[in-house]
């Protein structure tokens, strides 16, 4: 008896150690984020709503021309969100501050593709058609691409658009951080270029980074003492410095962890090696097996009755 | 009452609701020709902030969940070799192939590279849960197919009569039809266990895509266990399916009842349904979520519909001896539980998906209604059928109606 229990015993841990080295890869989750990133920091408190980013990315990504000009600034009247003829698009936030004349002082808010650093889109694509790059950019690949749209059901940031009207061949269409510029020409994105007032610095995230809490430290009272998207969804490319809560200007609150974290944990930890859907196949031949012959004086021979 | 026989019901097909089920068929068509010419965006509401709606609530996720009775029905009767359920293991068998295709069709529809759907089988994400959902939903939908060609075989093996055709072709399709029933029926248990573990895999992972929104997806929906109640809800609503559909194929083809079987069948969903009942409850207790309840909102109004009539009340029924013995009652409480898993899915797709952004409201358009039950009529026509016409449904004993 006591043999037998502490056979018992060996072969439970046995099965666990196998249990557990079939799962380590999978264990802890790692981000895969480039070392390398470039990203770009937006300094709202600099932006004065002139567009000209807008009519930039329009031109370098061959955009369809929008319905009004790009110098008509009444379109700031109304809140406007990328869609798939725009990949960027500025908003006008007052935040109730005045200046000296009693009048209100607008902030100006870009907005694009975040280019995170762990993307949720790119973790969702069920062909890996979105992917992020060395330098930063959260890549489409249209060639790869189904339509399935869960890379625009994972965005925290609500940024992939689609093309609706597009029967046969639609497209995701989002920014594309000027990755071709920016990866082969060695130039910075159209909207970071163009950007008459350097709102939008260009560089290696972590560097960017550095800048930012320079401007902080170096200007007191001028910035909140907030980085967006240094931690928001693991951290983004691009990233802002504002002089107003983050939170009254649109922008989501949002969880300091990658978006992909869970359900990436609970697929590997359950599919690594396919473990999971092999021992269950086990048990139920076992079952199956337990329970064979049980009703087989039945004289109709089908399908299960083996 | 476990010897039966299945066999072709050879009744008349075109009775005045086949007609009514054809109409909505055909308008579906329409719908279906509209999006090809004019897009997604000409027939349906669909938008940056909800890429997802009626159609994948709907025509996929619940499509998939409610073909559980294929595998749930298959592991009773061929694993545990309970054959006393054996009658109810082919209609449903026929259900989740016909339910499993459907949600195909609909994919198809829905997403916006029809042609290119092939290509998850040569790009792999192994990060993307959809990626497995998909692996599955393939593999399953074969197995589901080669556990059908059976009842193909029976119906045609030693009577292949092809018209016009020659006696040798007609002598070799024989058989091949003979060749194939012998090496199915040894290999069938590979497939039987292979559907339940296939089923298993993506009945689960259809509940973790949304893990991935955590912003988006309303916190009485959102939880780390969504996975495992997809899975237990799924096998839960696989015998109260089977209830449903042998309640409305019966009574619509004249049939014996099968109240000998449905009755027992459904002791089993009181221990089922019991254990999803308790992981919502626990889940909503330890997450607080009770919190949201009594707040009014749409979302938490479809969830107390979700629970109290989808769940709750069908559980308490069904505890009943006599609610399981009324051919009446039992349909009731089954075709809640039915709804019930319905709502789940186009809660957690749908009602409960909330864009924190752009907090846009959606509602299905009539194109998206009129494609989703023009491929429910679709899959009604079609079971309708092939159960005229193959040996799917028991063989009429009598035809009394209890």
Same mark, same amino acid.
């Given at each position: 008896?006591?043999?037998? $229990?502490?056979?018992?015993?060996?072969?439970?841990?046995?099965? +666990?150690?196998?249990?557990?080295?079939?799962?380590?890869?999978? $264990?802890?989750?790692?981000?895969?984020?480039? %070392?390398?990133?470039?990203?770009?920091?937006?300094?709202?408190?600099?932006?004065?709503?002139?567009?000209?980013?807008?009519?930039?990315?329009?031109?370098?990504?061959?955009?369809?021309?929008?319905?009004?000009?790009?110098?008509?600034?009444?379109?700031?009247?109304?809140?406007?969100?990328?869609?798939?003829?725009?990949?960027?698009?500025?908003?006008?936030?007052? %935040?109730?501050?005045?200046?000296?004349?009693?009048?209100?002082?607008?902030?100006? =808010?870009?907005?694009?593709?975040?280019?995170?650093?762990?993307?949720?889109?790119?973790?969702?694509? @069920?062909?890996?058609?979105?992917?992020?790059?060395?330098?930063?950019? =959260?890549?489409?690949?249209?060639?790869?691409?189904?339509?399935?749209?869960?890379?625009?059901?994972?965005?925290?940031?609500?940024?992939?658009?689609?093309?609706?009207?597009?029967?046969?061949?639609? $497209?995701?269409?989002?920014?594309?951080?000027?990755?071709?510029?920016?990866?082969?020409?060695?130039?910075?994105?159209?909207?970071?270029?163009?950007?008459?007032?350097?709102?939008?610095?260009?560089?290696?995230?972590?560097?960017?980074?550095?800048?930012?809490?320079?401007?902080?430290?170096?200007?007191?009272?001028?910035?909140?003492?907030?980085?967006?998207?240094?931690?928001?969804?693991?951290?983004?490319?691009?990233?802002?410095?504002?002089?107003?809560?983050?939170?009254?200007?649109?922008?989501?609150?949002?969880?300091?962890?990658?978006?992909?974290?869970?359900?990436?944990?609970?697929?590997?930890?359950?599919? %690594?090696?396919?473990?999971?859907?092999?021992? &269950?196949?086990?048990?139920?031949?076992?079952?199956?097996?337990?329970?064979?012959?049980?009703?087989?004086?039945?004289?109709?021979?089908?399908?299960?009755?083996? | 009452? %476990?010897?039966?026989?299945?066999?072709?019901?050879?009744?008349?097909?075109?009775?005045?609701?086949?007609?009514?089920?054809?109409?909505?068929?055909?308008?579906?068509?329409?719908?279906?020709?509209?999006?090809?010419?004019?897009? @997604?965006?000409?027939?349906?509401?669909?938008?940056?902030?909800?890429?997802?709606?009626?159609?994948?609530?709907?025509?996929? #996720?619940?499509?998939?969940?409610?073909?559980?009775?294929?595998?749930?029905?298959?592991?009773?009767?061929? @694993?545990?070799?309970?054959?006393?359920?054996?009658?109810?293991?082919?209609?449903?068998?026929?259900?989740?192939?016909?339910?499993?295709?459907?949600?195909?069709?609909?994919?198809?529809?829905?997403?916006?590279?029809?042609?290119?759907?092939?290509?998850?089988?040569?790009?792999?994400?192994?990060?993307?849960?959809?990626?497995?959902?998909?692996?599955?939903?393939?593999?399953?939908?074969?197995?589901?197919?080669?556990?059908?060609?059976?009842? =193909?075989?029976?119906?045609?093996?030693?009577?292949?009569?092809?018209? +016009?055709?020659?006696?040798?072709?007609?002598?070799?399709?024989?058989?091949?039809?003979?060749?194939?029933?012998?090496?199915?029926?040894?290999?069938?248990?590979?497939?039987?266990?292979?559907?339940?573990?296939?089923?298993?895999?993506?009945?689960?992972?259809?509940?973790?895509?949304?893990?991935?929104?955590?912003?988006?997806?309303?916190?009485?929906?959102?939880?780390?266990?969504?996975?495992?109640?997809? &899975?237990?809800?799924?096998?839960?609503?696989?015998?109260?399916?089977?209830?449903?559909? #042998?309640?409305?194929?019966?009574?619509?083809?004249?049939?014996?009842?099968?109240?000998?079987?449905?009755?027992?069948?459904?002791?089993?969903?009181?221990?089922?349904?019991?254990?999803?009942?308790?992981?919502?409850?626990?889940?909503?207790?330890?997450?607080?979520?009770?919190?949201?309840?009594?707040?009014?909102?749409?979302?938490?109004?479809?969830?107390?519909?979700?629970?109290?009539?989808?769940?709750?009340?069908?559980?308490?029924?069904?505890?009943?001896?006599?609610?399981?013995?009324?051919?009446?009652?039992?349909?009731?409480?089954?075709?809640?539980?039915?709804?019930?898993?319905? &709502?789940?899915?186009?809660?957690?797709?749908?009602?409960?998906?909330?864009?924190?952004?752009?907090?846009?409201?959606?509602?299905?358009?009539?194109?998206?209604?009129?494609?989703?039950?023009?491929? @429910?009529? +679709?899959?009604?026509?079609?079971?309708?059928?092939?159960?005229?016409?193959?040996?799917?449904?028991?063989?009429?004993?009598?035809?009394?109606?209890?």
């Amino acid at each position: 008896m006591g043999i037998s $229990r502490r056979n018992f015993f060996k072969i439970l841990s046995v099965a +666990g150690a196998a249990t557990a080295t079939a799962r380590t890869p999978a $264990r802890a989750w790692e981000s895969q984020a480039p %070392s390398e990133a470039y990203g770009c920091i937006v300094d709202l408190t600099r932006c004065i709503g002139c567009r000209k980013c807008e009519q930039a990315c329009n031109e370098v990504n061959k955009l369809p021309p929008p319905d009004r000009s790009f110098e008509d600034l009444t379109v700031l009247d109304r809140k406007r969100r990328p869609d798939e003829k725009t990949f960027t698009v500025v908003n006008r936030y007052y %935040s109730g501050r005045i200046d000296e004349r009693d009048q209100l002082i607008p902030t100006f =808010v870009k907005l694009q593709c975040m280019h995170c650093q762990d993307p949720a889109c790119a973790s969702a694509c @069920i062909v890996g058609a979105l992917s992020k790059q060395e330098n930063g950019a =959260v890549n489409y690949d249209v060639s790869k691409c189904i339509g399935c749209r869960y890379c625009m059901v994972a965005c925290p940031f609500e940024i992939p658009a689609y093309e609706y009207h597009d029967p046969i061949t639609p $497209r995701v269409m989002k920014c594309t951080f000027c990755y071709e510029r920016v990866a082969n020409e060695g130039k910075l994105p159209g909207c970071a270029e163009i950007c008459p007032v350097e709102a939008i610095t260009f560089g290696r995230r972590d560097t960017l980074l550095k800048v930012a809490r320079d401007r902080i430290k170096e200007n007191p009272g001028r910035y909140v003492d907030h980085i967006y998207g240094e931690h928001e969804a693991g951290g983004t490319s691009w990233m802002y410095l504002s002089a107003q809560p983050f939170e009254k200007l649109g922008f989501v609150t949002l969880p300091d962890h990658p978006m992909p974290r869970l359900a990436e944990t609970i697929q590997h930890s359950l599919y %690594s090696y396919l473990w999971s859907p092999i021992v &269950l196949f086990g048990m139920l031949s076992g079952i199956m097996w337990a329970f064979r012959g049980k009703g087989e004086r039945q004289e109709d021979h089908e399908g299960g009755n083996l | 009452m %476990s010897h039966h026989h299945a066999a072709p019901t050879h009744s008349k097909f075109w009775t005045p609701g086949v007609v009514a089920l054809a109409f909505v068929a055909a308008v579906g068509l329409v719908a279906i020709i509209a999006r090809y010419i004019g897009g @997604i965006g000409y027939v349906s509401n669909l938008s940056t902030a909800r890429p997802w709606g009626l159609w994948i609530g709907v025509d996929v #996720a619940s499509g998939v969940a409610l073909a559980a009775g294929g595998f749930t029905t298959a592991f009773l009767a061929h @694993i545990l070799g309970k054959h006393y359920y054996e009658p109810v293991v082919r209609p449903a068998l026929l259900t989740a192939m016909l339910g499993y295709t459907f949600v195909v069709l609909g994919l198809l529809v829905d997403i916006g590279r029809s042609w290119a759907i092939w290509k998850p089988m040569i790009y792999w994400n192994f990060n993307s849960v959809l990626f497995e959902v998909a692996m599955c939903v393939m593999f399953y939908l074969n197995v589901l197919y080669i556990e059908f060609l059976p009842m =193909v075989i029976e119906r045609f093996k030693g009577r292949v009569r092809l018209p +016009g055709a020659p006696d040798a072709l007609n002598r070799a399709i024989d058989s091949l039809l003979a060749l194939a029933d012998k090496v199915l029926s040894k290999i069938m248990w590979v497939f039987i266990i292979a559907g339940v573990v296939l089923s298993c895999m993506h009945q689960s992972s259809l509940g973790a895509l949304m893990l991935i929104a955590p912003t988006k997806l309303h916190p009485l929906w959102y939880t780390p266990i969504l996975p495992l109640l997809f &899975l237990t809800s799924a096998i839960a609503v696989g015998y109260p399916m089977v209830v449903f559909e #042998a309640t409305l194929a019966t009574t619509s083809l004249k049939l014996d009842s099968e109240m000998k079987i449905l009755t027992p069948l459904t002791r089993f969903t009181v221990f089922l349904l019991g254990i999803y009942l308790a992981l919502k409850v626990g889940d909503m207790v330890i997450r607080k979520t009770y919190v949201y309840l009594l707040d009014g909102t749409s979302q938490t109004n479809a969830f107390l519909i979700e629970m109290v009539i989808g769940v709750l009340a069908p559980w308490l029924m069904l505890l009943s001896p006599k609610v399981r013995q009324s051919r009446r009652w039992l349909f009731i409480a089954c075709t809640m539980v039915v709804g019930g898993v319905l &709502l789940n899915r186009v809660n957690v797709f749908v009602v409960g998906y909330r864009p924190p952004v752009s907090e846009t409201n959606y509602f299905p358009s009539i194109g998206e209604v009129a494609i989703t039950a023009g491929l @429910i009529a +679709g899959l009604m026509l079609i079971y309708r059928f092939l159960v005229t016409h193959l040996p799917v449904l028991n063989k009429p004993e009598k035809e009394v109606i209890a």
